[in-house]
């Protein structure tokens, strides 16, 4: 891990995408997709990069924005106070991957 500092604009962008992958419309399993993708491949699934072409322009922009903190921190959401709403999408989109689940 670098003492790369998080910008408003990286945190404010993650936070819009957390909200919008807690919804239930393609566009909100779309960002849960990726965010997911971040939060533990292995288990969650990879992100297809096409899947972005199915998201308006302004959720683009705030993937490129958290995809950019990803890479230039090296550390996952947790680091940043996010895991409890990734623990939530992961109940939401990935109900099997939680103890007891189906």
Known sequence: M???????????ALQRLIKIAQGDTGQARRVADFL??????????????????GV????AADMVEVFGLAV?????????????????????WRPALLKGGA
Request: glycine share 10%.
């Open 2 to 12: 670098t003492d790369y500092v998080v910008t408003k604009t990286q945190r404010e």
């Open 36 to 53: 997911l993708a971040w939060w533990n491949a292995g288990e969650c699934g990879g992100f297809d990069i096409t899947t972005a072409w």
């Open 56 to 59: 308006d322009t302004s959720i």
């Open 72 to 92: 230039a921190r090296n550390a996952y959401p947790d680091e940043y106070g996010f895991g409890p709403d990734f623990e939530r999408i992961v109940a939401a």
